[in-house]
C-alpha cells in the first residue's frame, strides 16, 4: 500500500454497468492504474479500501457491473491516474455513469483552517461510457437531478419542464458540435467531460460522500 504519510487520502466512488460476457481479466487490467498506485500485485490484492467499512473495488458479473468504494492513500500524482482509468473502463462500459473522486487532505486540522489555511481537499466528478454520446446522456441525467432538487424547493415538479427542455437543448448543441467538428472518437471536452469538473473551496467536503 501507499506510504502511511502519504498528505492525502484519495476516495474513489463508481457504479459502473459494464458490457455483458466480459471477465475478471479484463477487468484487472482496466483497473490496473487503481490497484498499482496501492501498491498492489493484481486487483485481488489492491481491491480492498483503507476503511474496512467500505466494500472496495468488486465486479459482480452476475449483473454485469463493477461497483468502487475504495480509498487509498497518496498525493497529486494521483490525477494522472484518473485520465488512464476512465479510457480503461470506456472501452469496458455498456453506457454511461459517473465516478466520484475525494481528495481529503489528512495533514490539515483546525489550527490551519483557523489561520484560513487553504486545505489541499479537493472532489472531482468523471464520467465514463462507451461513446460520447453515452457520457453526455450521463452528464445530463446528473445535472437535471440536481437542477430538479435544487429547484422543487421553490418550484413544483411539474413547473419545470421548461428548465429540463433547456438542458436538453444544451447537450444537444454540444453532441452537435462534436460530430461536425469530426471529433466523434474523442471525450467531450470542458468541464464535466471525461476529465471532470473540480473545484476547492466552500467548506472541507466530507471525508466521504456517501
Request: glycine residues 10%; charged residues 25%; negative net charge.
Amino acid at each position: 500500500m501507499k506510504n502511511d504519510n502519504a498528505p492525502l487520502e484519495i476516495h474513489v466512488h463508481g457504479d459502473v454497468p459494464i458490457k455483458p460476457g466480459t471477465d475478471i481479466q479484463a477487468i484487472q487490467e482496466a483497473l490496473k492504474p487503481l490497484w498499482r498506485y496501492a501498491g498492489a500485485r493484481n486487483l485481488s490484492d489492491g481491491s480492498s479500501s483503507l476503511y474496512e467499512e467500505e466494500p472496495g473495488i468488486r465486479f459482480d458479473s452476475d449483473v454485469s457491473r463493477l461497483q468502487m468504494c475504495w480509498t487509498v492513500r497518496g498525493d497529486d500524482d494521483f490525477r494522472m491516474v484518473m485520465e488512464d482509468l476512465c479510457m480503461n473502463i470506456n472501452d469496458l462500459s455498456a453506457a454511461g455513469a459517473q465516478i466520484e473522486v475525494t481528495f481529503y487532505d489528512t495533514e490539515f486540522d483546525d489550527e490551519d483552517e483557523a489561520s484560513g489555511t487553504e486545505s489541499r481537499d479537493d472532489f472531482v466528478m468523471l464520467f465514463v461510457g462507451p461513446d460520447p454520446g453515452a457520457i453526455m446522456q450521463a452528464q445530463r441525467d446528473l445535472l437535471i437531478h440536481d437542477v430538479v432538487n435544487m429547484m422543487e424547493r421553490h418550484f413544483d415538479g411539474s413547473e419545470l419542464s421548461g428548465v429540463v427542455a433547456e438542458i436538453d437543448k444544451l447537450f444537444s448543441q454540444r453532441f452537435d458540435n462534436l460530430v461536425s467538428s469530426l471529433e466523434l472518437g474523442k471525450p467531450p471536452r470542458g468541464p464535466g467531460g471525461n476529465g471532470g469538473g473540480s473545484g476547492h473551496g466552500g467548506g472541507r467536503r466530507p471525508r466521504h460522500l456517501h
